[in-house]
């Protein structure tokens, strides 16, 4: 299961504390357990069997290596990617699209069929554009609840699935009714999918850690939005001459039915959805 190769890897994280956004970029010495590997999707719930049975097809068809990230845009593309088109401000370059790769490669028809666009958000230092760095964000119209009403979602973090992610590697999306926040003005600053524009705040926000969802993907089938939402636990694999690597013993893929965001006592925020499916992750040896 564990390939030990080693390389240099960037991985993105970005936390927001007080207000302030931190960024930086972590350079793990070891590729993680799972980078390399491909898996098996058995249906462990199944409460739709059209939907799940499709995407059990779907996910042990095209998604047998979920996490492989393409070396550059010549393997991307050559294995069916597509570039998202850019909104004002954004940049089409591929570091920036390395660090969102997940929420597009691999995909199927299914995934395709939500029109991402690529934007970008600007960070202000003591007063300076530019002092930190600009990130991405993708944006995309949808019905998202299937309520025959379109929402705007935008992903501004980026699930990574690699050493010294930790929670900060998971998926951030904004949840905002159409017509509520305008991206054609860009780069936008990086506040404003918290407050909103015209006192329009968002409708929701799923935050990864607290969603259960570390890499949250939308997809339409059969006329009806669903979220594709990969979950992971963890444990500490220690080898000999100190070396250890983090890694999951137990992985899944929901489709989910989004129904909003609960706010629970405990200041938590997961997902509002109905489970349709469950797929038990296993590796294939």
């Known amino acids: 299961m564990i390939d030990k190769l080693k390389s240099i890897s960037n991985c993105y994280r970005k936390i927001r504390i007080g207000g302030f956004l931190i ?42 290596e979920p996490f492989k990230v393409p070396i550059d845009e010549a393997e991307y593309e050559k294995a069916g990617g597509k570039f998202p088109p850019l909104l004002p401000g954004g940049n089409n370059d591929w570091p920036s699209f390395i660090r969102m790769s997940l929420s597009f490669y691999p995909t199927s028809s299914e995934f395709d069929a939500i029109k991402w666009q690529r934007g970008l958000e600007m960070h202000h230092y003591h007063g300076q554009a530019g002092a930190y760095l600009n990130t991405p964000f993708i944006a995309a119209d949808m019905d998202l609840n299937n309520d025959g009403q379109l929402e705007t979602v935008i992903k501004d973090a980026f699930m990574c699935y690699r050493s010294g992610c930790d929670s900060a590697g998971s998926d951030v999306l904004f949840i905002f009714r159409k017509g509520d926040i305008d991206l054609m003005k860009g780069p936008i600053e990086w506040d404003v999918f918290f407050k909103g524009q015209n006192d329009h705040p968002p409708l929701a926000v799923i935050y990864g850690p607290q969603s259960s969802c570390d890499l949250v993907r939308p997809f339409i089938y059969d006329g009806a939005t669903y979220l594709s939402c990969y979950h992971r636990k963890w444990k500490m694999q220690h080898y000999a001459h100190n070396f250890q690597d983090v890694i999951p ?30 797929f038990r992750m296993t590796v294939v040896k």
């Open 23 to 64: 960024i930086c970029i972590i350079y793990p010495a070891q590729v993680m357990a799972g980078e390399m590997d491909s898996y098996r999707y058995t249906l462990e719930q199944n409460n739709n069997n059209k939907v799940c049975s499709h995407m059990a097809d779907v996910y042990n068809r095209y998604f047998r």
């Open 249 to 278: 013993i137990h992985e899944y893929t929901d489709v989910l039915k989004y129904q909003g965001v609960e706010k629970l006592p405990d200041g938590r925020s997961p997902i509002k959805a109905e489970t349709v499916c469950r």
